[in-house]
Nanobody, 117 residues
Framework: QVRLVESGGGLVQAGGSLRLSCAAS????????MGWYRQAPGKQRELVAL???????DYADSVKGRFTVSRDNAKSTVSLQMNSLKPDDTAVYYC???????????WGQGTQVTVSS
Protein backbone atom coordinates (compact mmCIF):
# COMPACT_ATOMS: atom_id res chain seq x y z
CA GLN A 1 0.00 0.00 0.00
CA VAL A 2 1.02 3.60 -0.62
CA ARG A 3 0.38 6.46 1.75
CA LEU A 4 0.12 9.95 0.29
CA VAL A 5 0.49 13.01 2.51
CA GLU A 6 -0.25 16.44 1.07
CA SER A 7 0.81 19.91 2.12
CA GLY A 8 0.78 23.46 0.80
CA GLY A 9 -2.91 24.28 0.52
CA GLY A 10 -4.30 27.53 1.77
CA LEU A 11 -6.00 30.81 0.97
CA VAL A 12 -4.68 33.16 -1.70
CA GLN A 13 -5.97 36.11 -3.70
CA ALA A 14 -6.70 35.83 -7.40
CA GLY A 15 -3.48 36.09 -9.37
CA GLY A 16 -1.43 34.60 -6.58
CA SER A 17 0.51 31.35 -6.38
CA LEU A 18 0.62 28.20 -4.29
CA ARG A 19 2.79 25.12 -4.38
CA LEU A 20 1.32 21.78 -3.35
CA SER A 21 3.52 18.88 -2.34
CA CYS A 22 2.72 15.20 -1.90
CA ALA A 23 5.02 12.74 -0.15
CA ALA A 24 4.59 9.05 -0.88
CA SER A 25 5.58 6.29 1.51
CA UNK A 26 5.07 2.55 1.80
CA UNK A 27 5.18 0.42 -1.33
CA UNK A 28 6.57 3.19 -3.51
CA UNK A 29 8.31 0.72 -5.82
CA UNK A 30 4.91 -0.17 -7.26
CA UNK A 31 4.06 3.43 -8.22
CA UNK A 32 4.24 4.62 -11.80
CA UNK A 33 1.89 7.53 -12.63
CA MET A 34 1.33 10.30 -10.10
CA GLY A 35 -0.65 13.49 -10.23
CA TRP A 36 -3.35 15.75 -8.89
CA TYR A 37 -7.12 15.79 -9.04
CA ARG A 38 -9.50 18.37 -7.65
CA GLN A 39 -13.14 18.55 -6.67
CA ALA A 40 -15.06 21.79 -6.26
CA PRO A 41 -18.39 22.01 -4.42
CA GLY A 42 -21.16 20.63 -6.61
CA LYS A 43 -18.70 19.45 -9.25
CA GLN A 44 -17.25 16.12 -10.30
CA ARG A 45 -13.69 15.22 -9.43
CA GLU A 46 -11.44 16.10 -12.36
CA LEU A 47 -7.87 15.47 -13.41
CA VAL A 48 -5.66 18.53 -13.01
CA ALA A 49 -2.20 17.22 -13.88
CA LEU A 50 -0.51 13.87 -14.39
CA UNK A 51 3.15 12.87 -14.59
CA UNK A 52 4.36 9.43 -15.58
CA UNK A 53 7.37 7.59 -14.18
CA UNK A 54 9.23 8.73 -17.30
CA UNK A 55 8.40 12.39 -16.74
CA UNK A 56 5.70 12.85 -19.37
CA UNK A 57 3.01 15.31 -18.26
CA ASP A 58 -0.62 15.96 -19.06
CA TYR A 59 -2.81 18.85 -17.94
CA ALA A 60 -6.43 19.84 -17.93
CA ASP A 61 -7.10 22.51 -20.54
CA SER A 62 -8.24 24.91 -17.83
CA VAL A 63 -4.81 24.94 -16.13
CA LYS A 64 -2.41 24.72 -19.07
CA GLY A 65 0.15 27.50 -18.94
CA ARG A 66 -0.57 28.20 -15.27
CA PHE A 67 0.13 24.94 -13.41
CA THR A 68 3.26 22.78 -13.52
CA VAL A 69 3.56 19.27 -12.12
CA SER A 70 6.96 17.85 -11.21
CA ARG A 71 8.47 14.77 -9.61
CA ASP A 72 11.76 14.16 -7.83
CA ASN A 73 14.42 11.65 -8.90
CA ALA A 74 13.45 9.13 -6.25
CA LYS A 75 9.80 9.33 -7.38
CA SER A 76 8.79 9.67 -3.77
CA THR A 77 7.25 13.15 -4.06
CA VAL A 78 5.14 15.01 -6.57
CA SER A 79 4.51 18.75 -6.58
CA LEU A 80 2.08 21.12 -8.26
CA GLN A 81 3.14 24.71 -8.81
CA MET A 82 0.01 26.82 -9.30
CA ASN A 83 0.40 30.33 -10.70
CA SER A 84 -2.11 32.98 -11.78
CA LEU A 85 -4.76 31.38 -9.61
CA LYS A 86 -8.41 32.08 -10.32
CA PRO A 87 -11.47 31.80 -8.06
CA ASP A 88 -12.60 28.86 -10.22
CA ASP A 89 -9.50 26.98 -9.03
CA THR A 90 -11.04 26.79 -5.56
CA ALA A 91 -11.38 23.10 -4.72
CA VAL A 92 -10.08 20.26 -2.62
CA TYR A 93 -6.94 18.98 -4.32
CA TYR A 94 -6.11 15.29 -4.06
CA CYS A 95 -2.76 13.66 -4.68
CA UNK A 96 -2.97 10.54 -6.84
CA UNK A 97 -0.63 7.60 -7.37
CA UNK A 98 -1.24 4.58 -9.56
CA UNK A 99 0.28 1.30 -8.43
CA UNK A 100 0.98 -1.84 -10.45
CA UNK A 101 0.69 -5.49 -9.43
CA UNK A 102 -2.26 -5.46 -9.09
CA UNK A 103 -3.31 -2.07 -10.49
CA UNK A 104 -4.56 0.18 -7.72
CA UNK A 105 -5.32 3.87 -7.34
CA UNK A 106 -4.01 5.55 -4.20
CA TRP A 107 -5.41 8.85 -2.97
CA GLY A 108 -4.32 11.46 -0.51
CA GLN A 109 -6.81 12.85 1.97
CA GLY A 110 -7.00 16.18 0.14
CA THR A 111 -5.92 19.73 0.83
CA GLN A 112 -8.13 22.79 0.50
CA VAL A 113 -7.18 25.52 -1.96
CA THR A 114 -9.27 28.68 -1.76
CA VAL A 115 -8.78 31.57 -4.18
CA SER A 116 -10.53 34.80 -3.24
CA SER A 117 -11.51 37.60 -5.57
Amino acid sequence: QVRLVESGGGLVQAGGSLRLSCAASGSIFSVNDMGWYRQAPGKQRELVALITSGGRTDYADSVKGRFTVSRDNAKSTVSLQMNSLKPDDTAVYYCYAHSIGPPYNNWGQGTQVTVSS
